[in-house]
């Protein structure tokens, strides 16, 4: 495959070069001598001889960006070994989601449930929902769905947005659109929803990062960078990022969030730095930093992020980390400490840790806590900020691979019958009726409040691959593949095991179908990885000496 890397761009980053890839750590078979030379950005993993059982020729030929769709998977027709019957089933699943505007497909609606009563929003294109689905595509070698959605979703961040009077800024991206056809009039419209129409009402703060990644993603995945360089595509960037680099009263470097604004989408209690928002804010940064041009408006940009990337990665791993060590350093905080000399920066009072934390935490792992804000720290596991927290080397090699450990030492908890637990524990009784407001979908075990989500499927694979444990992985897509396919892919599980379908969950949800095969594809073939993974940069490699913070 001929120039997958983003040369053009990532050539002049001036953020260090990372670390090459072994890809010796993601295959649990022989390997082959690999050519070890440019960045690990700078080439994709999918330019590599892997030297399977297949011949590099074959190789570069089953992956050409040019090849027609088939009906049957490019990913399983790859493969000497007969693929699971849930593969074929998936796929086809997965392509009657798809949603034409004027005779193109620009994405996937949420959920082709015909049984439910209540459509609701689920018929809509939703921006987070629509990534798994894009990466399917683009391993499939179907990458033209993807650009006709990117281009879309572009070209309604151009849209004035206003709520109640009140108007969003230029960069906010839609939480979703909808294609209306009209058969006598033989037109298409489009409807698209910044938050004016969501439950709560809160905009989407997720889905301008999830954009910059999709568009990082196709542009590895293709080697076609002529997208990224458009001006529309530069434009779409810095307003997405003047949003959030913009200077304030914030003394922090992590960005300050309502609940409702991420994949978390109702009351949860995540008000301010929610982990999965400060890890997507990350990959962002990583991704449009490669991507940015280098003239006037781009170079300027290009020095902020940096300046923020560097500043967020060690508040990130210094404040929101957590093993076994800094829980009982915390557990031994002064408090009411004043100036710089502080060690309890935060004034966190060692009486808030929850009981449950103390036996959850072993000896061995560590993860990153859900938020760290004044007098508070929330301690719940969330997958998707820690998975993306891998993926983006948010997290160092050794956080990564403790988040791994835990995962391994906690999985009656975190896995059990079905992969993954979004968020953990539950939130209970009076605790639950003041944070989530006695949300009657978030009960304990259900939904958000530590229900069960297949689509996290594929972000686990991913990490488990990243740091070199696929095993994890396999044994996750085991349990998804005993139940996934006879329960007709619901969209979440209830349950302290995930042994319950969600009582409102809906059934052929898009983004659980895609989550499996994307997790499917990525075993199989390990090189996918390098459209969803930057690996560490050194510069911003932190000293082993530890924060003042956590040091008694």
Not at 82 to 94: C, F, G, I, N, T
Not at 351 to 358: A, M, R
Request: aromatic content about 10%; charged content about 25%.
């Amino acid at each position: 495959m001929e120039g997958t890397g983003l040369k053009s761009v990532g050539s002049h980053c001036s953020i260090s070069e990372m670390d090459d890839y072994d890809l010796s750590k993601l295959l649990d078979k022989p390997r082959l001598n690999i050519e070890r030379q440019r960045s690990f950005d700078e080439r994709s993993l999918s330019e590599l001889s892997i030297g399977l059982s297949r011949g590099l020729d074959n190789y570069e030929s089953a992956y050409s960006p040019g090849r027609s769709a088939l009906d049957t998977p490019a990913s399983s027709a790859r493969n000497s070994f007969e693929p699971h019957p849930m593969v074929a089933e998936a796929w086809d699943a997965l392509r009657r989601s798809l949603v034409h505007f004027r005779g193109q497909p620009v994405g996937t609606i949420a959920a082709v449930d015909h049984a439910s009563e209540e459509v609701l929003n689920y018929d809509q294109v939703f921006v987070r929902d629509f990534v798994p689905s894009a990466l399917a595509f683009l391993m499939n070698g179907e990458p033209d769905i993807v650009k006709n959605f990117l281009l879309k979703t572009l070209q309604l961040q151009g849209w004035e947005k206003r709520v109640d009077r009140f108007k969003l800024g230029e960069g906010v991206m839609p939480a979703s659109f909808k294609v209306l056809h009209d058969p006598v009039r033989k037109t298409d419209t489009i409807m698209a929803d910044f938050g004016e129409s969501a439950i709560g009402r809160v905009a989407p703060v997720d889905s301008g990062f999830w954009w910059i990644i999709l568009l990082r993603a196709y542009t590895k995945s293709t080697g076609d960078v002529s997208l990224a360089e458009t001006p529309e595509c530069q434009r779409g960037m810095r307003l997405i990022l003047s949003l959030c680099l913009s200077e304030g009263f914030d003394t922090f470097p992590t960005l300050l969030c309502a609940d409702g604004c991420s994949m978390i989408d109702r009351r949860m209690g995540v008000y301010g730095y929610p982990i999965e928002i400060q890890a997507l804010f990350f990959m962002a940064l990583r991704s449009a930093l490669v991507m940015m041009k280098h003239d006037t408006e781009g170079s300027e940009f290009i020095e902020r992020i940096v300046k923020r990337l560097h500043a967020l990665s060690y508040h990130m791993r210094s404040y929101f980390w957590l093993d076994f060590q800094q829980l009982n350093d915390i557990y031994r905080y002064k408090t009411e400490e004043y100036s710089h000399t502080a060690v309890n920066k935060f004034n966190v009072i060692p009486d808030s840790i929850p009981e449950w934390v103390f036996e959850f935490m072993p000896t061995r792992g560590g993860y990153f806590i859900g938020n760290v804000s004044p007098a508070r720290m929330d301690f719940r596991w969330f997958a998707l900020g820690n998975c993306i927290a891998i993926l983006s080397s948010l997290a160092t090699p050794e956080q990564a691979s403790a988040i791994m450990d835990l995962i391994e030492a906690r999985w009656d908890e975190l896995v059990a019958e079905m992969p993954l637990k979004i968020s953990y524990p539950a939130l209970e009784n009076h605790e639950w009726r003041l944070i989530t407001g006695c949300d009657p979908k978030n009960t304990r075990w259900s939904y958000h409040n530590g229900g069960s989500w297949p689509v996290l499927l594929w972000l686990l694979t991913a990490a488990c691959i990243k740091t070199g444990r696929p095993q994890i992985a396999r044994r996750a897509i085991d349990l998804a593949e005993s139940r996934l396919s006879k329960d007709v892919w619901p969209e979440y599980y209830d349950g302290k095991v995930g042994r319950y379908i969600g009582k409102q969950a809906r059934k052929y949800q898009t983004w659980s179908i895609a989550g499996y095969l994307v997790a499917k594809m990525l075993l199989e073939d390990p090189s996918h990885l390098g459209m969803m993974a930057l690996e560490e940069d050194k510069q911003m490699k932190p000293v082993i000496k530890r924060s003042a913070s956590w040091t008694c």
